[in-house]
């Protein structure tokens, strides 16, 4: 086999050239096969659907078991409760040991007794009458006395209690009172006036006769 590099014949079997060193009988080159590919994952199965009338998991797991060491036996569950273990209540009827059923027009039996009031003095919550009514009424009935002034303070007063009873939600009364003050007051307010009128019309014709 002749090199291609420097021209030397070589032997067949010679796969390097013994002049120039140069690979005059390369190996074949092999096909590289790819690696079989895996099969394919299949999709997971959806859960199966519980019927309708099956109960709801529990959220907390299952009960636990009694726990006992490696080595030694777990106690065995409690016995189960007896049958009928608390008789029914009698006061139901149609129950052995109920009471027998009334008669048509038979008074019922008398119920329980009553609890007592809570305690507190009487008239705890008792609405109080408003003190601005009652010094309405009182000055609406004496303050002509004083030249008017104290007519003028029973409207004053009047209105001033009126306002705080219907403020008070119920808890102050008098409104009648505050009323009657104010209306004595613009009455005796009303006859000052005019005796006052009538005086200054009698002064003028006075003087002029």
Known sequence: ???????????QTTRFC?????DVNPPAATATVPPPMPP????????PTPPA????PNPWGPPPTSWAPPGVAAPPP?????????????AYPGYP???PPQAAGAWPPPGPPAYPPPYGYPGAWAP????????????????????????VAAVIFGFVGRTQIRDSQGTQKGTGLATAGIILGFVAIGLWVLFFVISV?????????
Not at 1 to 11: E, T, V, Y
């Open 1 to 11: 086999m002749q090199c291609p590099n420097c021209g030397h014949d070589n032997s």
């Open 18 to 22: 013994a002049r120039c060193g140069f």
């Open 40 to 47: 394919p994952i299949p999709p997971p199965m959806p859960p």
């Open 53 to 56: 009338n099956a109960p709801a």
């Open 78 to 90: 409690p016995p189960p409760p007896p049958p009928n273990a608390y008789p029914p209540p009698a």
């Open 97 to 99: 040991g109920a009471p």
């Open 128 to 151: 109080h009458t408003n003190g601005f009514a009652i010094t309405a009424l009182v000055l609406g009935c004496v303050g002509w006395a004083f030249c008017g002034l104290g007519s």
């Open 201 to 209: 019309i009698n002064n003028a014709h006075n003087g002029t006769s």
